[in-house]
């Protein structure tokens, strides 16, 4: 089974509006974190934003939040504002256990494009 | 600080030829992976080390080796090249288990004919 699940291969946005990019993730270990990242079409892993299992609030990271939903087994991306430059893959990610920082689990990524 | 580095950024090997990715970090950081990206795909982890001396296998490990002499470096070998290996790597490294972020090395873009 996957761990992490991105169903949407592609989002086209107008620019300004806000998107949300959806990841859901399997596990049964109480503590994981879940990490976004942004790829460019230069190619790096730029960090956007973390939660962590046990924080009690959604993280939010500038024009980036993090819509946490534990139950739902869900961590959606909402981008606010979107910008020309906010087009690029998005990947979210998974650490499971207290020691997998360096066992990071990708979804197969979302290409978000945005329009002018 | 140049954080993570990888060299080469482009190779091009002929199957069965052998070559070493070399991944460096001077953020005195334990832990380190290696993760390879297939075209339209997310990561998956290679390899990895929690410090000097002790590495794992990830989820791809065929074909490849690692081994970790020290802190900084953790090079990734590829003992004989097949076109399935062709991809992108990666490289990252992170301070502790539970850390919020890992950071990743730009990329070795390796092409095998």
């Known amino acids: 089974a996957q761990k992490i699940t991105q169903t949407q291969p592609g989002m086209f946005v107008q620019e300004k509006e806000a998107v949300t990019l959806d990841c859901t993730y399997d596990?049964?270990?109480?503590?994981?974190?879940l990490f976004w990242y942004k790829q460019p079409s230069s190619g790096e892993m730029i960090f956007l934003i973390y939660?962590?299992?046990?924080?009690?609030q959604n993280a939010t990271e500038g024009r980036y939040s993090l819509n946490f939903q534990k139950a739902r087994k869900s961590a959606n991306l909402v981008i606010s504002a979107s910008q020309l430059g906010d087009s690029a893959m998005y990947f979210c990610a998974m650490r499971e256990g207290r020691a997998g920082a360096q066992k990071l689990v990708f979804g197969q990524g979302t290409r978000l494009t945005i329009n002018p | 600080n140049a954080g993570v580095t990888q060299t080469p950024k482009f190779q091009v090997l002929k199957t069965g030829q052998s070559m070493t990715l070399q991944c460096a970090q001077d953020m005195n950081h334990e832990y380190m992976s290696w993760y390879r990206q297939d075209p339209g795909m997310g990561l998956r982890l290679i390899h990895y080390s929690v410090g000097a001396g002790i590495t794992d296998q990830g989820e791809v490990p065929n074909g490849y080796n690692v081994s970790r002499s020290t802190t900084e470096d953790f090079p990734l070998r590829l003992l004989s090249a097949a076109p399935s290996q062709t991809s992108v790597y990666f490289c990252a490294s992170s301070s502790a288990p539970t850390s919020r972020e890992q950071y990743f090395g730009p990329g070795t873009r390796l092409t095998v004919t």
């Open positions: 939660q962590g299992s046990y924080d009690q």
């Open positions: 596990t049964s270990d109480p503590s994981y974190g």
